[in-house]
């Protein structure tokens, strides 16, 4: 039996150096955690500090409700504060209601928001999936106007090359020399073929009605 009792004893002491062994390994700031002893709160339940209110010198903080419950709770009857008076006015419950229905509605409020939400949320994804719907359906025909639309220009670009060339083939066949595309003998002289182009095109548009009405030049001309 004595053994035994020293054998527990041995288990117990090797135990506590093991503990004191890995405390000594932990931070400074956990062993002072660890260590703390906080002081007593010593109460002077007989004679509590009640605040003169009437007094200009006590602090504003001490003559609020918060204070007047604060030290109610502390030192109860000794505090000298009326309980009736802790409990809210009919003004301030109202504003405490109205701040509890705000930040924390009823559930059926909760779940109603939830769901306005969610169908909201709906109504905008569908109608961004409708008018992605409706863009693809216009891609084919966008993209056939995008492909007509960079011939044209590339079948114009082409054209006017090739009047400029002719332009300035011209020019060099008239003057006898090549002239600047930017000089006003060129600019003059573009100016006067325009305009007897434009005359030429006026003369051909005339034929054509005229023999789409089946009449000859000289009928034509007495019908003038």
């Known amino acids: 039996m004595a053994a035994s009792i020293l054998s527990r004893r041995t288990a117990v002491l090797f135990d506590i150096t093991k503990l004191n062994s890995q405390i000594n390994f932990l931070p400074a700031v ?3 955690i660890a260590n703390y002893n906080p002081r007593p709160l010593w109460l002077n339940i007989k004679n509590p500090y009640i605040p003169d209110k009437s007094n ?21 009857q000794a505090s000298g504060v009326d309980p009736a008076q802790l409990w809210p006015s009919h ?8 701040e509890e229905r705000e930040w ?8 109603g928001n939830i ?6 949320r709906t109504a ?7 008018i992605i719907a409706a863009n693809m359906a216009k891609m084919p025909k966008m993209i056939a106007d995008w492909k007509k639309q960079k011939q044209e220009t590339k079948q114009k670009q082409k054209e006017e090359k090739v009047k400029r060339e002719r332009l300035l083939a011209e020019a060099t066949e008239r003057f006898g020399h090549a002239v600047d ?3 006003a003998k060129f600019k003059e002289m573009v100016a006067e073929i325009e305009k007897e182009e434009k005359k030429k095109r006026k003369l051909l548009k ?3 009605r005229e023999d789409d009405a089946g009449l000859s030049p000289a009928a034509a001309e007495s019908s003038q």
């Open 30 to 32: 956990v062993q002072q």
């Open 56 to 76: 200009e010198k006590t602090p504003d903080w001490q003559k609020t409700d918060k204070y007047d419950r604060k030290r109610f709770g502390r030192y109860g």
């Open 91 to 98: 003004a301030q419950l109202e504003e405490m209601i109205g």
């Open 104 to 111: 924390h509605p009823p559930l059926q409020v909760m779940l």
């Open 115 to 120: 769901a306005a939400k969610e169908k909201e």
């Open 124 to 130: 905008k994804r569908m109608e961004r999936e409708k």
């Open 181 to 183: 595309p930017r000089s």
């Open 206 to 208: 005339r034929k054509k």
